[in-house]
């Protein structure tokens, strides 16, 4: 949720080609229904070094359907009295639900590789990709878990209050440390703002510096 303005080292081996019968990427326990994270997003520009302390909440996941969503809560932001609360909802890159390719959201399939390329654990996926977004991987056993998350709507403020959700995040998961890095895309937005979040079991019940429920 930036404001409007006019990792890990990469696997080995690359992930072999799906059969007939793909499968969805593991069902991880650090990507489940009440886990929290907690960093920072770098919303920087060339005016200024600026970056909000981030909380992100899973409220469901559905693997099956690559469906996951929750909120986010950004709680230093300059231009707001309290925490910023957003709602937003995410598809899991599975090549079977969603591919690499976004098809939407004004992003292109080389806004698509950008993106992707800037995660080092894509580097061995990039060939596939390019050829028909990864529909012939699979990414089953893979070590991390790509998404897209799209934030819907403001919780607790109103849409006047500065910031703009209409961008998305392209999202990089670690199945083994529960480590969340994303890029922030929109074009009317500072490009490439970085989300670095870490797994915590603080608050699994809600944040802990302040708690929104969705009615």
């Known amino acids: 949720m930036p404001v409007r303005v006019a990792e890990s080292s990469a696997p080995s081996q690359v992930p072999e080609a799906a059969n007939s019968g793909q499968t969805s990427p593991q069902a991880c326990t650090l990507l489940s229904v009440g886990q929290t994270f907690s960093g920072t997003q770098n919303v920087s520009s060339l005016q200024k070094e600026e970056a909000w302390r981030v909380n992100v909440r899973i409220q469901g996941c559905d693997h099956e359907h690559g469906y996951l969503c929750g909120t986010m809560e950004a709680l230093n932001v300059p231009m707001a009295d309290t925490p910023v609360v957003t709602f937003w909802e995410g598809e899991i890159v599975d090549t ?113 510096s302040s708690s929104y429920e969705l009615q």
């Open 96 to 208: 079977k639900n969603y591919t690499f390719f976004t098809d939407k959201w004004e992003a292109t399939s080389e806004d698509d590789i950008r993106h992707w390329t800037k995660f080092p654990s894509f580097s061995p996926l990039l060939n596939l990709v390019e050829v028909d977004g990864g529909k012939s991987l699979d990414l089953s056993n893979y070590p991390y878990i790509f998404m897209r998350w799209k934030e819907q709507y403001f919780v607790n403020v109103g849409t006047d209050c500065g910031l703009t959700i209409a961008g998305f995040y392209y999202v990089c998961f670690s199945c083994s440390d529960g480590s969340i890095n994303g890029f922030y895309y929109d074009p009317n937005s500072s490009p490439f703002q970085k989300l670095e979040l870490k797994s915590t079991n603080e608050g699994r019940s809600g944040f802990s």
